[in-house]
């Protein structure tokens, strides 16, 4: 039990005391209180020995905290084209923490959305498929795994291919380690040749099921896009041509119909030089 005891002096008439049992108050520190009533208890004891008392009951209704999303916000991973996706998580440290202390957040989702940047026909969010080991990620279709047992499924509209990415959480098995790994395993790719090299600005929340404030706070996360040349590719279809000596004529190196040479630049560019090397 806890108690407090004002101790008064002669100034302390019964108005003076009134306003001070008005003014007393009661709140609870805790993250995760107990949701049983609290009976409070007054006695007055006035200077003679003479004391009376009075009861109130404060009724205790829990509310949700939003878990703690941290060690993400302010990461500026990059991307450069034609060397694999990014991972989001430069630092591969991310942290959730539920201020509850739940076991798992079954019922909520990991969301990762474009606040800026967005190019839907080239940029696409995805998860990982590390493996069922310890700790590990993996993906069997739109299903996610951790450690070999399924934590949630892949959004059907907000599949991260030129949208949003969202992991709903639909079992147990959703601990905070298994979704800590799970952002871990969050990646960005495009599937262009001429990437648009805007940032792309990302939104990254959590949110854990229980209801009330059950989203976290965005963590922004700012993926820069570089680009890099494709080589231009060539091919060649016709047949070997043969040269007499005896003649002397020249023989068209590359030549039949329809045309059997075919140069192709990815990205649009232009050719500035070809060589032709002739061995033996």
Request: glycine residues 10%; charged residues 15%.
């Given at each position: 039990d806890t108690e407090l005891l004002v101790s008064l002096n002669s100034n302390a008439n019964s108005s003076r005391v009134e306003s001070a049992?008005?003014?007393?108050?009661?709140?609870?520190?805790?993250?995760?209180?107990?949701?049983?009533?609290?009976?409070?208890?007054?006695?007055?004891?006035?200077?003679?020995?003479?004391?009376?008392?009075?009861?109130?009951?404060?009724?205790v209704?829990?509310?949700?905290?939003?878990?703690?999303?941290?060690?993400?916000?302010?990461?500026?991973?990059?991307?450069?084209?034609?060397?694999?996706?990014?991972?989001?998580?430069v630092g591969n440290d991310v942290t959730i923490t539920d201020p509850e202390g739940a076991s798992d957040f079954n019922g909520g989702n990991v969301r990762v959305s474009f606040n800026s940047g967005l190019q839907a026909l080239e940029d696409v969010l995805s998860v990982e498929s590390i493996g069922s080991s310890t700790g590990e990620i993996g993906v069997v279709g739109s299903e996610i795994q951790y450690e070999g047992s399924a934590i949630g499924d892949i959004d059907g509209?907000?599949?991260?291919?030129?949208?949003?990415?969202q992991i709903n959480l639909d079992a147990a098995a959703a601990t905070p380690a298994a979704v800590e790994a799970l952002i871990k395993a969050i990646q960005y790719n495009n599937t262009s040749n001429t990437p648009n090299t805007t940032?792309?600005?990302?939104?990254?929340?959590?949110?854990?099921?229980?209801?009330?404030?059950?989203?976290?706070?965005?963590?922004?996360v700012t993926m820069s896009v570089a680009t890099a040349n494709d080589e231009p590719t060539f091919t060649a279809s016709a047949a070997d041509?043969?040269?007499?000596?005896?003649?002397?004529?020249?023989?068209?190196?590359?030549?039949?119909?329809?045309?059997?040479?075919?140069?192709?630049?990815?990205?649009?560019?232009?050719?500035?030089?070809?060589?032709?090397?002739?061995?033996?």
């Open positions: 049992i008005q003014a007393l108050a009661y709140r609870s520190t805790s993250e995760n209180p107990s949701v049983l009533s609290r009976t409070i208890t007054f006695t007055v004891t006035d200077n003679k020995g003479g004391t009376n008392n009075a009861t109130r009951t404060i009724n209704t829990a509310a949700n905290d939003a878990p703690i999303l941290a060690n993400l916000g302010g990461n500026t991973p990059s991307f450069t084209e034609d060397a694999g996706a990014a991972d989001i998580d509209t907000d599949n991260g291919s030129g949208t949003a990415l940032n792309r600005i990302l939104d990254v929340t959590v949110n854990d099921g229980d209801g009330g404030s059950a989203t976290s706070s965005i963590s922004q041509p043969t040269f007499f000596s005896s003649t002397g004529t020249p023989v068209t190196v590359f030549s039949g119909s329809p045309t059997p040479i075919d140069v192709y630049t990815i990205e649009g560019d232009y050719v500035i030089a070809f060589t032709l090397t002739v061995t033996n």
